[in-house]
């Protein structure tokens, strides 16, 4: 008697499945074509070529990121096109902190079973980032790993490569009386996740309740992309003065801040200069979270910060209103280490 022999398919893994999502990708990957993409999806790797990008000698920058544990209420209300533009904005605010232009992104997806509507849903909202981040989408791997994840679960991460003229690496400059310019974010964008979660869950809420501080539900309230900084901070950058920037992400303003400032210097922050934005008043309240915790765990409603030569301050702010921030002259560089507050933040 012959046993039945086992296929790919009957361990759990659908290679048609993966192919057909791969065809139906290829029209949000080309949107994201610019100058120095050489190839499609498809290939074993992503070509690009950076001297048709413009460089004469340029140095690579690279960074990668996933999104936390926000992941786990997209999930659990299915909204999930947000988290593949927080993926995107993740990786290149950190690149740009660097001085660098983002050039190309590629993206990893990996689920226990393979839902096309799912991935499709995650990997256009990364095309959308990377549009709008002035990068290409050239690559990634969709992988599914059945017995490692378990229902309709999946992870991300993602993995972006930008370039400058050698030369122009940021932070470099960084002086005592430097001004400090705050951009706004937009919510929570992709830190503390973990927090929130513990906070919606004490305050009895589920994600399909109403929001209690703004419209719709609590759960699309707190999946607000990432926003994006890149073409903004670029020409920030271009205006000339910028000394250095940093992006508000894990460890808030005190612990990302003192990342650009050289041994010696620290910075003075007034938390009266702009206002706690709702959803973190909420999140205090609730929470009963102190401001030291605030300021350690979230962005707090500052998402990049610039630093900028005193003489340039102004000229600086003007272009970064002009490209649609809301800038906050946040503080100064100081002499000392690490970041002192006055004021409340409130």
């Known amino acids: 008697m012959t046993k039945n022999g086992l296929t790919y398919m009957d361990a759990g893994v659908d290679i048609d499945a993966g192919n057909a999502l791969v065809d139906r990708i290829k029209p949000a990957a080309k949107r994201t074509n610019r100058a120095g993409v050489m190839a499609g999806l498809g290939g074993f790797g992503g070509l690009f070529d950076l001297k048709a990008a413009g460089y004469d000698d340029p140095v690579l920058v690279a960074a990668t990121d996933g999104v936390g544990t926000k992941l786990r209420i997209a999930i659990d209300t299915g909204e999930v096109e947000g988290i593949g533009t927080d993926l995107v904005a993740m990786c290149v605010n950190d690149l740009v902190c660097q001085g660098a232009e983002p050039l190309f992104f590629l993206d990893y997806f990996a689920t226990g079973k393979l839902d096309a509507e799912t991935a499709a849903g995650v990997i256009e909202g990364i095309a959308q980032g990377c549009v709008d981040s002035g990068c290409a989408l050239i690559g990634g791997e969709t992988a599914e790993m059945p017995g490692m994840y378990a229902g309709g679960d999946f992870d991300l991460a993602g993995f972006a490569v930008g370039a400058m003229e050698r030369g122009t690496a940021l932070p470099s400059g960084v002086a005592e009386g430097d001004v400090l310019l705050g951009l706004a974010s937009n919510g929570v964008h992709s830190n503390g996740y973990s927090l929130v979660r513990r906070v919606v869950d004490r305050s009895g809420l589920g994600w399909g309740d109403d929001c209690p501080w703004g419209p719709g539900p609590l759960g699309s309230a707190l999946l607000v992309p990432t926003r994006l900084y890149v073409t903004q901070v670029l020409a920030a950058i271009r205006a ?107």
């Open 240 to 346: 000339g003065g910028v000394h250095g920037l940093a992006h508000v992400t894990g460890g808030g303003l005190t612990e990302n801040l003192p990342r650009v400032l050289p041994e010696g210097l620290g910075a003075e922050v007034d938390l009266d200069s702009w206002p706690l934005p709702p959803v973190f008043r909420w999140l205090a309240d609730q929470g009963g979270l102190d401001a030291a915790e605030m300021l350690k765990t979230f962005n707090s409603g500052i998402g990049m910060v610039v630093v900028v030569a005193e003489k340039a301050a102004q000229r600086v702010a003007a272009v970064l209103a002009d490209e649609g921030e809301t800038v906050v002259p946040l503080g100064r560089v100081t002499k000392g280490d690490g970041v002192s507050y006055r004021g409340t933040l409130s």
